[in-house]
């Protein structure tokens, strides 16, 4: 597995050691968080993107499976913020 | 970029599902990047029970109390974006197709802690009125505290 992109830190009384750390991943086609073993094989992970090569969320991955297409999230968050900007220009002038 | 702490209370009155809120300005909208998440039911005797935590892009503010973001350090400038906590009713965006960004079960009597590393952080696009809601899977009446650490 790549490096970690994220942890969770679960304080927890009933954990043997009293908690928890969990590595987490970020899925770039919607910016999510998911947790991922570590050394895990990539193709038991939850998805992996062969466009912008990083691993996706199974949400992301299911969606590319019907639609072959790779939006990554940073792509995505541009186009909102053009058109949210498009729109208010559009209010400001009536 | 400046950063600020969201500390945020839910209280067993309410059977909601969202925690706490942070939504770009509607007029003067920014990209908020979250950088790190803790919560904890604090009920004096929690269940025994497990709790979805989940973290979900909304698109609108639910109804309940706004609150004033700290700056981490307190030279910065006030926060732009608005936030919102002792939530009396949840957002439809947060309830009905969700995009979910995180989900952690725990159980009722662990706290969790969520960091990213330096630029995984979990963005929002500075569109108005778009953020991220921390809250449960299910409603809950149980009470609950935490804090995020948001850059603006």
């Known amino acids: ?94 | 970029m400046p950063k600020y702490v969201v500390a945020f209370t839910k209280l067993g009155s309410d059977n909601v599902r969202q925690l706490v809120e942070a939504l770009a300005d509607a007029t003067t909208p920014g990209r908020l990047k979250l950088h790190d998440a803790f919560v904890a039911n604090v009920a004096a005797v929690p269940l025994d029970t497990a709790q979805r935590f989940v973290i979900r892009r909304v698109t609108g503010s639910a109804t309940g109390t706004s609150l004033t973001p700290r700056p981490v350090d307190p030279a910065d400038r006030a926060a732009l974006f608005d936030a919102e906590h002792l939530i009396t009713a949840d957002h439809s965006s947060f309830n009905t197709t969700p995009t979910e960004v995180m989900r952690r079960p725990v159980n009722g009597r662990a706290s969790l802690r969520w960091t990213a590393a330096p630029g995984c952080e979990i963005v929002t696009p500075a569109t108005a009125s778009e953020g991220l809601s921390l809250g449960l899977s299910d409603q809950s009446t149980s009470l609950f505290e935490g804090e995020l650490v948001i850059e603006e």
């Open chain 1, 1 to 94: 597995m790549r490096r970690a992109e994220g942890h969770y830190h679960i304080v927890d009384p009933d954990l043997p050691r009293g908690g928890l750390e969990i590595d987490t991943i970020q899925c770039t086609h919607c910016g999510g968080h998911f947790a991922m073993t570590p050394r895990v094989d990539p193709t038991c992970a939850h998805g992996y993107c062969g466009r912008c090569h990083h691993f996706i969320c199974q949400r992301c991955a299911d969606r590319m499976d019907r639609t072959g297409r790779c939006q990554p999230w940073e792509r995505e968050m541009a186009a909102r913020e053009s058109r949210d900007r498009l729109r208010r220009a559009v209010e400001e002038w009536g």
